[in-house]
């Protein structure tokens, strides 16, 4: 059991031919932009799971 968890953290090297990837001047707004597409509609169906419990309970 351990010894799988040991794997998963183990550090991985990557290809040669990835190290050198350099990031252009607007990558990092598109990477933003594409995260909050998917992280706010993730977030606001937890909360809402969360409201939905609590109300049901209360």
Known sequence: MFK??????????????????RLEKGDFLAIAIALSF????????VFALIALIVWIIF
């Open 4 to 21: 799988k968890k040991k794997e998963l953290f183990k550090k991985v090297e990557l290809d040669e031919s990835k190290k050198d990837v």
């Open 38 to 45: 998917y992280m706010v509609p993730a977030l606001i169906g």
